[in-house]
């Protein structure tokens, strides 16, 4: 079965400029996550979502950072504006129904450097 | 909150060999899920191994064991017969029952010299 596709795969941008990522979960997955992964650190959860909506999004800076899902398949993640500390890796998941003891499965990223 | 802490940022260990990770994390939950994932340069991140917090018995997959310590709240990762696909950042996280969020450490470095 195909994976979690993201794209791009890299994005060089100014700051305060607005950048988009997009996600493709794998097909019935019910659950997608967004993390950041700032270079020499672990993910960091962003945002879950369950179908459509919205399950946890205690860690997403809502003053610059938005997500959606749109009919519970993709989902786009936008910055705007960028910072310079926004410069990271975002990875994209995602699992069956979300149950606790699930694998999510990763996609590849998108590494982002904002100058 | 839960925390995950990795104290090894790099490891190193000769093929064929066996190397251990640590991992240590603090809760005050019983019910948890414990997960070692590997993320290869410029590769996605996989599952190499989960733990269920309720189960005595150390999980195995393969070369892949775990120690699991729950009253010392230690959770390290042995790799057996090293091999050079096996060179990759792992992460040690951390999912509670009750929420949906996994909590990952900082990650350590491993390299298998040949």
């Known amino acids: 079965e195909a994976g979690v596709a993201q794209s791009p795969r890299y994005k060089i941008i100014e700051k305060r400029q607005s950048v988009a990522f997009w996600c493709n979960p794998i097909?019935?997955?019910?659950?997608l996550y967004w993390y950041q992964q700032i270079l020499g650190q672990g993910p960091k959860l962003l945002i879950q979502?369950?179908?459509?909506?919205?399950?946890?999004d205690s860690q997403l800076p809502k003053d610059r950072f938005s997500a959606e899902r749109l009919k519970g398949v993709d989902s786009t993640l936008k910055i705007q504006p960028a910072k310079l500390e926004d410069s990271a890796v975002y990875l994209c998941?995602?699992?069956?129904?979300?149950?606790?003891?699930?694998?999510?499965?990763f996609g590849p990223g998108t590494r982002l450097l904002v100058l | 909150a839960q925390t995950v802490t990795q104290s090894q940022p790099e490891m190193s260990v000769q093929e064929a060999e066996t190397v251990t990770l640590s991992c240590t994390y603090d809760?005050?939950?019983?019910?948890?899920?414990l997960f070692w994932y590997k993320q290869p340069p410029s590769r996605q991140m996989i599952l190499v191994i989960r733990?269920?917090?309720?189960?005595?018995q150390n999980a195995t997959e393969n070369r892949f064991s775990v120690n699991f310590q729950k009253a010392a709240k230690s959770f390290s990762l042995k790799i057996s017969d090293s091999q050079l696909g096996d060179a990759a950042m792992y992460f040690c996280?951390?999912?509670?029952?009750?929420?949906?969020?996994?909590?990952f450490g900082q990650g350590t470095r491993l390299t298998i010299n040949p």
């Open positions: 998941a995602s699992s069956s129904r979300g149950g606790v003891g699930e694998t999510q499965y």
């Open positions: 097909s019935g997955h019910a659950t």
């Open positions: 979502f369950q179908n459509n909506g919205v399950v946890d």
């Open positions: 809760t005050s939950e019983s019910d948890y899920y």
């Open positions: 733990q269920e917090a309720y189960k005595q």
């Open positions: 996280a951390y999912r509670s029952g009750g929420a949906q969020k996994l909590v």
